[in-house]
């Protein structure tokens, strides 16, 4: 694991969660004190580093993007360090030919970097290995009907809403 990926691992920092902290401590915005902060599935492609990090409150992808990126002047100026939002500007990103829907963070010690929200409630979850269960099964859902239609990307195409529900969908009919 990189640096970059064990920082946030440790601190959870670049979240910017420090106004909201009390409501989580009451289990606000859809939090869940049994999930721990972790990353996993730490990768590089075409000198994007990217990573998933989990927590109490959302699991996101991180993205990092090469430091000599084209459009690296043009994000730092969208970038907005003093926000205490909890998710910054929302920009579309080509990553390897495949299309992301991120917010622009920033942070003083880290830099900038992406964040690609996953999960955003949490409270249905016992455990951490639950939920990266149910997230690969999304995965798969829409592996599977991707395969069937024929269509095909490089890294991830965004997931349409049948695709996301098609298995709670299945659960309410009868065989």
């Known amino acids: 694991m990189n640096a970059f990926a064990k920082f946030y691992s440790e601190t959870g920092s670049g979240l910017r969660l420090e106004p909201w ?6 289990m606000g915005f ?3 004190p049994s999930l721990s902060t972790c990353t996993r599935a730490f990768r590089e492609v075409d000198g994007w580093k990217m990573f998933l990090l989990l927590t109490p409150w959302r699991l996101v992808r991180i993205l990092i993007p090469p430091p000599d990126h084209e459009e690296m002047a043009q994000w730092l100026e969208q970038a907005n360090p003093s926000s205490a939002s909890a998710l910054g500007l929302l920009v579309r990103l080509n990553v390897q030919g495949s299309p992301r829907k991120v917010h622009i963070q920033f942070d003083e010690r880290l830099g900038l970097h992406f964040m690609e929200p996953l999960v955003m409630n949490m409270s249905g979850y016992c455990n951490n290995e639950e939920l990266f269960a149910a997230h690969e099964r999304v995965i798969a859902t829409r592996d599977s009907i991707m395969k069937k239609t024929g269509r095909s990307c490089t890294t991830q195409t965004e997931i349409s809403r049948r695709e996301l529900f098609s298995p709670l969908m299945k659960l309410g009919r009868p065989e």
């Open 21 to 26: 902290e009390r409501d989580l401590e009451g």
């Open 30 to 32: 859809g939090a869940n």
